[in-house]
């Protein structure tokens, strides 16, 4: 193909399309969601997930999990080449279900966070964060 | 191996019984996540500091199991309850068996 000013900005443009689209949710999240839940089912409820809409840069995303009820909450990065994120797990003297902490996003996506309630049920929270630099390397 | 390995915490000097405290949490480690590739492009191995957790006199306050996704120089923030004057203990795991600790007392008055 010959490479006419018009053509490169088309090129440009389907790089910048590609680029763009979101990382789909893999087997791999399916799979740590599971493990976690031992295959439950997951409602919606009284989970908080707190990320930024737009990060500039994937290398340190802050987010915020909440939840009143929960004894553990599992944080998950459904398009990074591995899901896992952290797993907070809260005993007699956490005041708050809350924790805070920086993560690192590949691309944008999709973040979920599963809480396991006291009563033995799980929910789930999703948030979609739109990184400009991806932040694992490569 | 990790160098440099510095834990931070900020814990107030001073609460009432009962109250609830914010506690930051900072350590510096590099946290090689394992993805990531050197010029000859090779790829670097894992190591990250894989656990932190989070004691108040023998209490556990929060537990917290890290995957490569956690940012460089790892940040936590939460609260824990001070029932009585006592020590924070605070531990975190290195992938290379390190053990890094920190304490921090905090008076009831």
């Known amino acids: 193909m010959e490479l006419t000013r018009r053509n490169a900005i088309l090129l440009g443009g389907a790089a910048l399309l590609m680029a763009g689209l979101p990382f789909r949710a893999n087997a791999a999240t399916e799979d740590a969601i599971a493990a976690f839940t031992g295959g439950a089912e997951v409602g919606e409820g009284d989970i908080k997930l707190t990320a930024p809409e737009i990060a500039e840069n994937g290398n340190t995303v802050p987010i915020e999990v909440s939840s009143d009820t929960a004894v553990e909450i599992l944080v998950l990065a459904t398009g990074n080449p591995t899901p896992g994120v952290a797993n907070f797990k809260f005993g007699k003297l956490a005041a708050a279900r809350a924790a805070s902490t920086r993560i690192r996003l590949a691309g944008t996506q999709d973040v979920v966070a599963i809480a396991k309630l006291e009563d033995g049920s799980f929910v789930q929270a999703t948030s979609a964060v739109k990184v400009t630099i991806g932040g694992c390397g490569g | ?109």
């Open chain 2, 1 to 109: 191996m990790a160098s440099g390995v510095k834990p931070r915490v900020k814990v107030p000097k001073k609460a009432s019984a009962g109250e609830a405290v914010t506690i930051k949490t900072l350590i510096s480690h590099k946290m090689e996540s394992g993805q990531r590739k050197d010029k000859e492009g090779n790829t670097i191995p894992r190591s990250i500091i894989n656990r932190f957790t989070c004691d108040f006199n023998g209490e556990n306050v929060v537990d917290v199991t890290m995957e490569p996704a956690i940012s460089t120089n790892p940040y936590f923030e939460f609260q824990a309850t001070v029932p009585e004057a006592g020590e924070f203990k605070f531990t975190w795991y290195d992938d290379d068996g390190s053990v890094y600790e920190e304490t921090k007392s905090i008076a009831v008055g």
